[in-house]
């Protein structure tokens, strides 16, 4: 099942590594460069990706003067980037970033936010996998080796949020404000329909609960 594919433009060897790892776990095949210059020479060979991550402060050239590159051959970006000023973040927005998210953040935040970007831009993937478990999330349907498998429609969208951000934790807050849109309804409607998953596509140990905070769906 082929994966979005993410190109990472990051000078700092650490940072640009962590989000690759998280980057895989999560599902997503990458590319990690660490200059400017590198980043468009590398576009005009490879250009099939589906979202670009961009520090603003890259050596050769900077990303604010890869936004003409990326564009050319449609390539959205988000910028990760330490410049917090509003004229930056104003900069990068009008020159065609779908978004920007200052250093340090969270990795959960991250990859929450390049979901959005993928559903907008149209490039997120419609099917997802989870061992033998498909997820066919245009036509809303589950199969586990193949038979169908019925999930009420809350289950459903929770399941699939759980593979899309699998080895993640999610806390029971983000998972009730994401698939419910609210925050009061408490802890417990999370935990039914975790169990009710659970029974259903036989996950015990692949749901796994994480004290005081929430879930998280393990390879």
């Not at 890869?66 to 990760?80: D, F, S």
């Not at 920007?100 to 490039?123: A, N, Q, S």
Request: aromatic share 6%.
């Amino acid at each position: 099942m082929a994966k979005n594919r993410i190109l990472i433009a990051e000078d700092d060897p650490y940072i640009a590594e962590t989000v690759g790892v998280h980057l895989e776990l999560s599902g997503y095949d990458h590319t990690i460069l660490h200059d400017g210059l590198a980043v468009a020479a590398h576009l005009g060979d490879d250009h099939a990706y589906d979202l670009a991550l961009l520090d603003v402060m890259l050596p050769g050239l900077d990303g604010f003067s890869l936004m003409e590159h990326l564009q050319k051959y449609g390539i959205p970006a988000l910028y990760l980037t330490a410049k917090a000023d509003v004229s930056s973040r104003v900069r990068g927005l009008r020159l065609g970033a779908e978004d920007y998210l200052v250093k340090p953040f969270e990795m959960i935040e991250l990859l929450v936010r390049m979901e959005k970007i993928l559903e907008r831009t149209g490039k997120r993937n419609r099917k997802l996998q989870y061992r033998d478990i498909e997820i066919d999330t245009e036509n809303r349907i589950v199969t586990r080796g193949g038979a169908p498998v019925a999930l009420q429609p809350l289950e459903f969208d929770l399941f699939a949020m759980l593979v899309r951000f699998k080895n993640c934790t999610l806390s029971r807050d983000r998972l009730l404000n994401e698939i419910w849109g609210v925050e009061y309804l408490g802890v417990r409607t999370v935990d039914t329909h975790i169990a009710m998953l659970r029974k259903k596509l036989g996950l015990e140990s692949g749901i796994v609960a994480v004290t005081k905070i929430g879930y998280r769906l393990e390879d």
